[in-house]
């Protein structure tokens, strides 16, 4: 109950993600016959709050959310920079989740940016990802791994406008519209992270969720969310001038922030100061 309001009152326009993520997250927690870990993958273009519920998320398990110690964060481009270098950082990724899900088997671990990892690279943890009741003393069933990328953006937005075009709501949009062509188009995608991986070969992805992008009200409501974060009143001239800055697609019709929420914050500093 307690993330449902956080998700409903801070996560705008992923009417999607929420619902299934709050039903994946209740499942998992709920069921002590769980054959494996649970794991998300997260796909949307930048600023429509991939990172933002993953956070949201860690905090509902480990109070201290990223700070805590039993979540791992990783990042490609910072701790796996070189192409060279997959070898060891296959042994390496391997030795890390062994050891942290030995030591808290509520362990959670973030992937960011998985279209900047080195193809392959992410197979390495297959094995704790799959139906195995222990490896070598450990159960992995209680961990949870989470993907955050930007591949299959591209395929989101086409089928969000398309849903635009013919004049439906966002919100009729479901799973079924577009977790199959995401998955296989990350699969057939080289800039992915997941090109050819086994992991969904396997079916060992539990849900590719995808974030839609984000029209002008999402904007506005992100705007008018932040000012509240700071202990400001909502100004709604302040709020249209930062609306204003943004850009959007597709040009002729200007529906979707093509930065989704991520620059309102820089954007609000400027006019608060004003």
């Not at 989740?97 to 509520?106: D, K």
Request: hydrophobic share 45%.
């Amino acid at each position: 109950a307690a993330l449902k309001v956080q998700l409903d009152s801070k996560l705008f326009g992923q009417h999607l993600a929420k619902d299934v993520v709050l039903k994946a997250v209740l499942g998992f927690s709920t069921n002590p016959g769980r054959k494996k870990p649970l794991t998300l993958s997260l796909h949307g273009w930048a600023g429509t709050g991939k990172n933002f519920l993953s956070q949201i998320l860690v905090e509902h398990i480990h109070p201290a959310g990223l700070r805590s110690k039993f979540v791992h964060l990783f990042l490609p481009t910072l701790h796996f920079p070189h192409d060279a270098q997959v070898k060891l950082y296959k042994d390496q990724l391997q030795s890390w989740i062994r050891g942290n899900v030995s030591a808290c088997p509520h362990s959670v671990f973030i992937f960011d940016e998985m279209d900047k990892m080195h193809p392959g690279l992410i197979d390495a943890i297959k094995p704790f990802l799959d139906y195995y009741e222990q490896i070598d003393g450990v159960s992995y069933r209680r961990a949870i791994f989470i993907f955050l990328s930007n591949a299959g953006g591209d395929l989101i937005n086409k089928a969000a406008l398309d849903f635009w075009m013919s004049g439906k709501p966002r919100e009729e949009i479901q799973l079924k519209d577009l977790e199959a062509m995401l998955s296989v188009g990350v699969f057939n995608n080289k800039n992915s992270g997941l090109w050819h991986s086994s992991l969904i070969d396997r079916n060992l992805i539990d849900y590719f969720i995808p974030f839609l992008p984000l029209e002008d009200r999402h904007v506005r409501m992100c705007v008018r969310a932040e000012m509240v974060a700071r202990g400001y009143l909502v100004d709604e001239q302040i709020v249209q001038a930062v609306l204003e800055e943004m850009t959007f697609f597709p040009r002729e019709q200007k529906i979707f922030s093509d930065k989704g929420c991520k620059t309102v914050q820089a954007k609000l500093d400027i006019h608060e100061g004003a």
